[in-house]
């Protein structure tokens, strides 16, 4: 039998406003992640991505008090924190290997594989519509790749094996996030995260300099600030009507990327991430349909209605 969905969250002006603010603090710290790179591997930024922003979150305990992190849910938070890793992990790479257009391009079928996964995790019925949908967004990830004429290129794949770790933990934060507070998630998140992220970083180890320090410092801030919003969003909001807001990124991350390092987004990467939007737009909104229709109609959600 399917998961019985939770009531639908709807979207309010706080609610897009806590996503905005993630989108933005996200984007930012893609671009210091680049800059970092200059003198740093990308498993040692992440290092320090999570350091700092361990460091950035001592106000948050020092405001709410330890008695925030009793929990429960230990092992789902570990759980949670071995995934983002690796999507931290494979995220940084494939940020300082791809043209950044492109790999924020390919971040956005972080919503096909959270429906993927609600039908192997939680036992979601998704029907052809969906299904459909789904299809088409990866369709937008051949439109990029091209990969008849510019063959297979590794760090897209890696991208896309970001976006699907990504996707596990958007889940296990929304689970979380029904009985944890905002702040917990996050503090718990890089209190696990920075001993674990150590280990991938000590064979490429080098100090950086003046200027690097400061690129690391700021990734571990944005990361951290991003993380707060979102835990916020997810908490008031469904994930399937957020996930549209992510979109806002691309051209923020691409007039960056052009004025810092003269990068320029080719057709090839529009045309697909238009593509990809478009279907995840789609599912978005059967996501709402359903969970508006599953209140009033219990069948819905178990695979009984038409």
């Not at 399917?2 to 969250?9: G, K, L, T």
């Not at 993927?116 to 937008?140: C, K, T």
């Not at 987004?265 to 990809?276: E, Q, R, S, Y």
Request: charged fraction near 10%; aromatic fraction near 10%.
């Amino acid at each position: 039998m399917a998961a019985v969905r939770p009531p639908s969250q709807p979207l309010t002006g706080r609610g897009v406003a806590l996503m905005l603010g993630s989108v933005a603090s996200f984007g930012l710290m893609a671009i210091t992640i680049r800059l970092a790179s200059a003198q740093m591997h990308p498993f040692e930024i992440a290092f320090f991505r999570n350091l700092f922003g361990l460091m950035f979150t001592v106000p948050l305990i020092v405001h709410a008090g330890l008695g925030m992190l009793r929990t429960r849910r230990l092992r789902l938070y570990f759980l949670r924190c071995l995934v983002g890793l690796g999507a931290m992990l494979t995220g940084f790479w494939a940020l300082v290997h791809l043209p950044l257009a492109q790999a924020i391009a390919l971040s956005y079928t972080t919503p096909l594989f959270v429906t993927i996964l609600a039908v192997l995790v939680l036992g979601e019925v998704v029907r052809a519509r969906r299904w459909s949908a789904i299809a088409i967004g990866f369709v937008g990830v051949l439109v990029i790749l091209r990969p008849g004429v510019s063959g297979l290129n590794l760090a897209a794949l890696v991208a896309i094996a970001s976006s699907a770790l990504a996707a596990s933990a958007a889940i296990s934060i929304k689970f979380l996030s029904r009985t944890e507070p905002p702040d917990a998630i996050v503090i718990w998140m890089v209190l696990i995260m920075t001993p674990l992220s150590l280990f991938p970083a000590l064979p490429v180890w080098t100090w950086p300099d003046g200027e690097g320090w400061l690129w690391v410092v700021l990734t571990g801030g944005l990361g951290t600030l991003g993380h707060v919003f979102l835990t916020r969003a997810y908490r008031i909001a469904d994930v399937s009507a957020l996930q549209p807001l992510n979109f806002v990124q691309l051209p923020l991350v691409a007039m960056l990327a052009w004025l810092l390092f003269a990068e320029r987004v080719d057709v090839w990467t529009l045309a697909g991430a238009g593509i990809i939007v478009a279907s995840t737009a789609y599912i978005a909104r059967r996501e709402a349909l359903l969970n508006r229709r599953q209140v009033s109609d219990p069948q819905v959600g178990s695979g009984q209605a038409p």
